[in-house]
């Protein structure tokens, strides 16, 4: 739990995602969709994931200098290892994906990319550094610097990277010597309904928990909390920036009561912020829409470009994401 409890899932969630990613401009909304060997190469048991469409972002240098601020620690070293390996990712990668999933006690994260590779030029400047690979089955395992990191390249479109012990896991998936994300019904039927949008990603039962405890702060010792952490199921959201930037996240509740119940806490979050708030925050805060539906807590979030740009400088923003 330790690594992906670090991974400081914070905000009216719609501020972090849109974080990341915000800077995107007025580009035409493209889909994050992992493809079926993607999927298999994540191991089943997943806390949550995060998929980007990263030739999206690449082409926005505010987007870049977003992520570099609020990317946790974790993820920030298997990207920066990906980078610095010489391959060619800017270029050639148009998916990225991070995976958080349980490993015994613990958690652990491994990254997937997905575009067109230069696999066979790739392997030959390893080899030109005399870097050599370990075998994992069939399936050629590269170190990546001194990072500890390493990838594998399980096809012409789709490698996974991470520690030697995530990726192993991850191979093992892949070669169904352990369950994968493909069996994970609840996840992959969650999927369908987000992986249209150009970022999103998908929370299981404790990592949704989490999540909540981290947005909703001091209010989440009131007994009412208590009450609806223990009938939270699932979460998602999704991110949108092709004409401003638009947020929606959906928290899956055991019962419709208790969506009500989750809804009010949260509205009333939103009206404490708003009180102790700069006008910039007020305004922001009165662009986040909280509600209930069909037994789920619903937020949604948009603005213009130019609201969203004034909104990072504002304290409100530093606290979510410190």
């Given at each position: 739990?330790?690594?992906?409890?670090n991974l400081r899932?914070?905000?009216?969630?719609?501020v972090?995602?849109?974080?990341?990613?915000?800077?995107?401009?007025?580009?035409?909304?493209?889909?994050?969709q992992?493809?079926?060997?993607a999927?298999a190469?994540i191991?089943?048991?997943?806390?949550?994931?995060?998929?980007?469409?990263?030739?999206?972002m690449?082409?926005?240098?505010a987007?870049?200098?977003?992520?570099?601020?609020?990317?946790?620690?974790?993820l920030?070293?298997?990207?920066?290892?990906?980078?610095?390996s010489?391959?060619?990712?800017?270029?050639?990668?148009?998916?990225l994906a991070?995976?958080?999933?349980?490993?015994g006690?613990?958690?652990r994260?491994?990254?997937?990319?997905?575009?067109q590779?230069?696999?066979?030029a790739?392997?030959?400047?390893?080899?030109?550094?005399?870097?050599?690979?370990?075998?994992?089955?069939?399936?050629?395992?590269?170190?990546?610097?001194?990072?500890?990191?390493s990838?594998?390249?399980?096809?012409?479109?789709?490698?996974v990277?991470g520690?030697?012990?995530?990726?192993?896991e991850?191979?093992?998936?892949?070669?169904g010597l352990?369950?994968?994300?493909?069996?994970?019904?609840?996840?992959?039927?969650?999927?369908?309904?987000?992986?249209?949008r150009?970022?999103?990603?998908?929370l299981?039962?404790?990592?949704?928990?989490?999540m909540?405890?981290?947005?909703?702060?001091?209010?989440?010792?009131?007994?009412?909390?208590?009450?609806?952490?223990?009938?939270?199921?699932?979460?998602?959201?999704?991110?949108?920036?092709?004409n401003?930037v638009?947020?929606?996240m959906?928290?899956?509740m055991s019962?419709t009561?208790?969506?009500?119940?989750?809804?009010?806490?949260?509205?009333?979050?939103?009206?404490?912020?708003?009180?102790?708030?700069?006008?910039?925050?007020?305004?922001?805060?009165?662009?986040?829409?909280v509600?209930?539906?069909?037994?789920?807590?619903?937020?949604?979030?948009?603005?213009s470009?130019?609201?969203f740009?004034?909104?990072?400088?504002s304290?409100?923003f530093?606290?979510?994401?410190?």
């Open positions: 739990m330790k690594i992906w409890n899932l914070k905000s009216a969630v719609a972090l995602a849109a974080v990341a990613l915000a800077g995107f401009g007025t580009k035409a909304a493209e889909a994050a992992l493809s079926s060997d999927r190469s191991p089943k048991d997943v806390q949550q994931i995060i998929v980007v469409d990263y030739r999206a690449q082409s926005s240098q987007a870049m200098q977003l992520k570099d601020r609020v990317l946790p620690p974790e920030k070293r298997l990207e920066m290892a990906l980078r610095t010489g391959l060619k990712v800017d270029q050639d990668c148009e998916t991070f995976a958080a999933f349980r490993a006690s613990g958690t994260v491994i990254g997937v990319a997905q575009g590779f230069q696999n066979q790739i392997m030959a400047n390893f080899a030109k550094q005399k870097i050599k690979p370990q075998m994992i089955r069939n399936t050629q395992v590269w170190p990546m610097g001194s990072a500890g990191m990838v594998a390249f399980l096809n012409q479109t789709t490698m990277f520690d030697k012990e995530a990726l192993k991850a191979l093992d998936a892949r070669d352990a369950p994968n994300f493909l069996q994970n019904g609840e996840m992959m039927n969650d999927m369908a309904m987000v992986d249209s150009p970022v999103w990603s998908l299981d039962q404790r990592g949704t928990q989490t909540m405890m981290s947005v909703l702060g001091d209010a989440s010792q009131l007994a009412d909390f208590g009450t609806v952490k223990n009938r939270m199921r699932s979460a998602r959201y999704t991110l949108d920036f092709g401003g638009k947020f929606n959906t928290v899956v019962d009561t208790t969506a009500a119940l989750a809804a009010t806490v949260m509205k009333g979050v939103v009206m404490m912020k708003k009180s102790g708030g700069s006008p910039l925050e007020k305004s922001a805060l009165d662009e986040t829409k509600d209930s539906s069909s037994g789920a807590l619903t937020v949604d979030y948009s603005s470009e130019n609201q740009a004034d909104l990072l400088t304290p409100l530093q606290q979510v994401v410190r």
